[in-house]
């Protein structure tokens, strides 16, 4: 009787049993599906990005050649689409302070610029500067 008691015990610490394989099968599972979600939301920040880069480059060529020269007059509102971006400019005197006092005899003003860019997948970006406009002469 007491071999066989010995067989038994030998057994039973010869392998894996059933639990301890279903248990590390699901160790193993939530692992992979966590490095899954990493590398999905890896990519996911990645092409934001790229698009958020784009829209930046397409902005900054605008604003390079679009602008309207600074002598002769000015349109409140530009708009066109360049490179597949919708985009809009919109020109204004800028708002100084009340207690600046401009000379008469002054031959440029500030100018506010915002340009709208709007890309292809959707996003959108506002950019905002200001500009020195040449007052015609009269």
Do not use: C, K
Request: charged share 15%.
């Amino acid at each position: 009787m007491l071999r066989i008691y010995q067989r038994t015990t030998l057994r039973r610490g010869a392998g894996f049993i059933l639990i301890e394989q279903l248990v590390a099968i699901t160790i193993i599972a939530v692992t992979l599906a966590a490095i899954g979600a990493l590398v999905s939301a890896t990519t996911r920040g990645a092409g934001r990005i790229e698009r958020q880069v784009a829209l930046l480059q397409a902005s900054n060529s605008l604003l390079s050649t679009v602008m309207p020269p600074r002598d002769g007059s000015v349109a409140p509102s530009l708009s066109g689409v360049s490179w597949g971006h919708r985009w809009r400019m919109i020109l204004g005197a800028a708002q100084a302070d009340p207690a600046l006092v401009l000379r008469q005899n002054g031959r440029w003003v500030p100018m506010r610029v915002e340009l709208l860019v709007q890309a292809p997948s959707g996003p959108l970006l506002r950019l905002q500067t200001m500009r020195l406009q040449r007052i015609r002469s009269q």
